[in-house]
């Protein structure tokens, strides 16, 4: 596995904190194979210390983020949250995506406390709306006058379909269609 670990918002990234990310990551390393690529980005915000790993291939993309008040901490629980993602799903991952980037040949006694197979993904609720073209300042309008945390609309510049969401940060995003 390549690993990059990074920082962010004028985060300086140490030797001991590049060998602790290192070290976490090879516990699931073994999941993948040796070229699947890990980015760890690594940032503080007021006194929060921010771990996110994104282990992006063929399609599919396993993404955590842990803020604690120690970034080796957040370090340490952002991959066994990773760890967690990725064996809850497994027989999903193995029977709909691309087996050949990522292994699960592993021996059951890895797998820690017995989980069981994971749950089928059920839908709870359908809801249906008409979209209306807006600009992208109306849909944020719309998305808070809702008390939503997202918000699907028809971007009036592009016409094309457009989400916009609420960040943890309180900012907003925007998620965007490409060819």
């Given at each position: 596995?390549?690993?990059?670990?990074?920082?962010?918002?004028?985060?300086?990234?140490?030797?001991?904190?590049?060998?602790?990310?290192?070290?976490?990551?090879?516990?699931?390393?073994?999941?993948?194979?040796?070229?699947?690529?890990?980015?760890?980005?690594?940032?503080?915000?007021?006194?929060?210390?921010?771990?996110?790993?994104?282990?992006?291939?063929?399609?599919?993309?396993?993404?955590?983020?842990?803020?604690?008040?120690?970034?080796?901490?957040?370090?340490?629980?952002?991959?066994?949250?990773?760890?967690?993602?990725?064996?809850?799903?497994?027989?999903?991952?193995?029977?709909?995506?691309?087996?050949?980037?990522?292994?699960?040949?592993?021996?059951?006694?890895?797998?820690?406390?017995?989980?069981?197979?994971?749950?089928?993904?059920?839908?709870?609720?359908?809801?249906?709306?008409?979209?209306?073209?807006?600009?992208?300042?109306?849909?944020?309008?719309?998305?808070?006058?809702?008390?939503?945390?997202?918000?699907?609309?028809?971007?009036?510049?592009t016409d094309d379909f457009?989400?916009?969401?609420?960040?943890?940060?309180?900012?907003?995003?925007?998620?965007?269609?490409?060819?």
């Open positions: 596995m390549k690993i990059t670990v990074s920082g962010k918002n004028g985060m300086i990234i140490t030797d001991g904190l590049r060998n602790s990310a290192n070290k976490s990551l090879s516990k699931i390393e073994k999941l993948f194979t040796e070229d699947t690529e890990a980015r760890v980005v690594l940032s503080v915000q007021k006194n929060n210390q921010i771990a996110e790993v994104t282990i992006p291939f063929k399609g599919m993309i396993f993404r955590a983020e842990e803020v604690s008040d120690d970034m080796y901490a957040s370090i340490d629980n952002v991959v066994d949250k990773l760890e967690k993602q990725i064996l809850k799903y497994k027989t999903k991952i193995k029977n709909n995506f691309a087996t050949e980037s990522i292994r699960f040949d592993i021996p059951q006694d890895y797998i820690k406390n017995g989980s069981s197979e994971e749950n089928e993904f059920e839908v709870v609720k359908t809801k249906r709306f008409s979209i209306k073209p807006m600009s992208i300042e109306e849909a944020i309008l719309q998305m808070n006058l809702l008390g939503h945390n997202f918000f699907v609309f028809t971007n009036s510049e457009t989400v916009v969401y609420k960040r943890k940060d309180g900012r907003y995003g925007l998620i965007e269609p490409t060819m």
